[in-house]
Structure formats: structure tokens, C-alpha cells
């Protein structure tokens, strides 16, 4: 059968360049082939198939591990994102107002350190 050689490659390298979350392209491109060869190869080849996951996996592992580094040093901005994404912490509270009847008819609501104002009994003292 005629046509361009095969491309060479082995799962070590797969492996590496998956662990840097490398995008199909940014493979091909270091391969020297379309981005169709890598993803006909990962359909062919259970070998390519698994060390692209395996890289992938490692490669969030090790991003992981990055992160839990960073929190524990104190990045107050990765203690947030991480209780949000491993424990489901949320920034938003909701809360339900009710009257004493049951209702969602508050009867009165008082607004703490607020000072009211009543401009009937003012006088105009510029005029």
C-alpha cells in the first residue's frame, strides 16, 4: 500500500505532553502530523487511547496536588475556589423571610442602623 510512512511515536511521549494538559493540536504539532492522525491512532490503538487518559490524569493530579500546596501555605484565593469545587461551598445564602402567620407577607421589616428621615417638618431656611 502506497502513501506516507506512519507516524512513529511512543506512549512515554503521549504521556508527557498529556500530563501538560497539551490540547490534539498542540500534539500533532509536536508529532509533525494532523490532529486527525492522533485521534484515528487513539481509535486503532488501546495503548494510545490509555496513556492519553493516563496523562491527563496525571497531569490533573499533579495540578491538584499544586493547588492543596498553595491553600495550605494560606492562598486565602485557593482555600475559597477549593471549598467551592471539593466541598460545595457556595458565596450565596438564601433566605426565606416569613410572617408570624406562615406567609411570605413579612407584616413589618426594620432596617437595623438605619436612621429614618421625614422631610415634612423641615424648613427651607435658604429661601
Known sequence: MAGRPKKEFTTEEIIKLCRLNCTMEEI????GCNKKTIERRMQDDPDIAEAI????NLGKLSLRRKQIQAAD???ATMLVWLGKQVLGQKDKTE?????PD???QPTQIVLKGVSSY?????TD???
Open 28 to 31: 500533532a504539532a509536536y508529532f
Open 118 to 122: 421625614d422631610d415634612s417638618d423641615s
Open 73 to 75: 501555605k494560606g492562598n
Open 53 to 56: 487518559d493516563m496523562g491527563r
Open 102 to 104: 406562615g406567609s411570605l
Open 125 to 127: 431656611t435658604d429661601s
Open 95 to 99: 433566605t426565606e423571610i416569613t410572617s
